[in-house]
C-alpha cells in the first residue's frame, strides 16, 4: 500500500512532467505557439513567484480553495490573455504584476485565513494583470489558441508547484514552528517590493 506522500508526490510528477511530452512533437504554428506560451509564465520571476504563492496561499486555506482558488486564477488569466492578444489596454500591469507578489507574499507570512470566495476574487484581480502580460507578449508567428494552452498549462503546474511547496513547507513548520512559513511568505513579499521598485 502507498502512502499518501507517495502518491502525492507520484501525481505532481505527472503532472509536471507531462507538459515536455507535447515538445517531443514535430510541427510548427501550433506547435510553436504552445511552445512560447508554455516557456512565458516559467521564464520571469515575477511571474514564477505570484503561480508558486498562489498554490501555497490555497494549501494553506485547504479544503475546496485547494483547487477553488488555482482554478479562478488560471480561468481568470485566460480572460485577461484574451484582452491582451486583442490589443485591448489595461492599465497598470506591471505595476499589478508586482504587487501581486508583495499582496500575496504578505498573505502567506500573515497565514490570512480569508473566506474563499474573496481570496478566489483576489487572485482573480491579480490573474487579469499576469494574463495580459502573457496575452499581449504573444509572438506575430505564434497560434492563438496554442499559445493560450501553453500559458494556462505552464500555470496550473507552477500552481501545483506552490501546493506542494505549501505541503513541504507545512510540514516543516511542524517541527520549527510558524517562523518557515512567515519567512517564506517574508521573502517573496520582499521580492515583489524589489520588483515593483524595479531592483529586480
Known amino acids: 500500500m502507498f502512502s499518501k506522500t507517495t502518491k502525492f508526490n507520484a501525481a505532481l510528477a505527472a503532472c509536471v512532467l507531462a507538459p515536455s511530452l507535447a515538445f517531443a512533437h514535430t510541427g510548427v504554428g501550433q506547435t510553436v505557439g ?81 473566506p474563499v470566495a ?16 502573457h496575452g499581449s507578449e504573444m509572438p506575430a508567428a505564434a497560434g492563438g489558441l496554442a499559445y493560450a494552452a501553453g500559458f494556462m498549462l505552464a500555470t496550473a503546474a507552477l500552481h501545483i508547484a506552490g501546493i506542494a511547496a505549501g505541503f513541504l513547507i507545512g510540514k516543516v513548520s511542524e517541527q520549527k514552528g510558524a517562523i518557515v512559513m512567515r519567512s517564506a511568505g517574508g521573502i517573496a513579499a520582499l521580492a515583489g517590493v524589489a520588483l515593483f521598485t524595479g531592483l529586480v
Open 118 to 133: 474573496i481570496m478566489a476574487g483576489v487572485v482573480g484581480l491579480f490573474a487579469i494583470f499576469h494574463g495580459h502580460a
Open 34 to 114: 504552445f511552445v512560447h506560451g508554455f516557456s512565458h509564465p516559467i521564464s520571469g520571476l515575477d511571474h514564477v513567484l505570484a503561480m508558486v504563492l498562489v498554490g501555497i496561499l490555497a494549501w494553506q486555506l485547504g479544503g475546496r480553495a485547494l483547487w477553488l482558488v488555482p482554478a479562478t486564477f488560471v480561468t481568470v488569466m485566460a480572460v485577461g490573455g484574451t484582452l491582451g492578444m486583442m490589443g485591448i489596454a489595461v492599465p497598470f500591469v506591471e505595476a499589478g504584476i508586482a504587487f501581486s507578489v508583495i499582496v500575496l507574499g504578505a498573505v502567506v507570512a500573515l497565514g490570512i485565513k480569508a
